[in-house]
């Protein structure tokens, strides 16, 4: 499978905003998720329920760590 530059360029991107998610996560930090998502991403999983807004992510995610230690 050849790709063009512009491929190769969209795939490191999408890659580094994955990257910059599962960090934060690993590290507790929250507000880093900033970054990587918009203000009204809408995140989908089958194992959580529906948040939409930065806000909305934050709690969710903030109420499932506190018993939680970064990994790092």
């Given at each position: 499978m050849t790709m063009s530059l512009q491929e190769l360029s969209d795939r490191m991107e999408i890659?580094?905003?994955?990257v910059a998610y599962a960090y934060a996560l690993d590290r507790g930090q929250l507000d880093e998720l900033d970054r990587v998502f918009t203000a009204d991403a809408v995140e989908e999983r089958s194992?959580?329920?529906?948040t939409a807004g930065l806000d909305s992510r934050r709690v969710k995610l903030a109420s499932g760590r506190r018993?939680?230690?970064p990994c790092i």
């Open positions: 890659q580094d905003v994955v194992y959580l329920q529906r018993h939680a230690e």
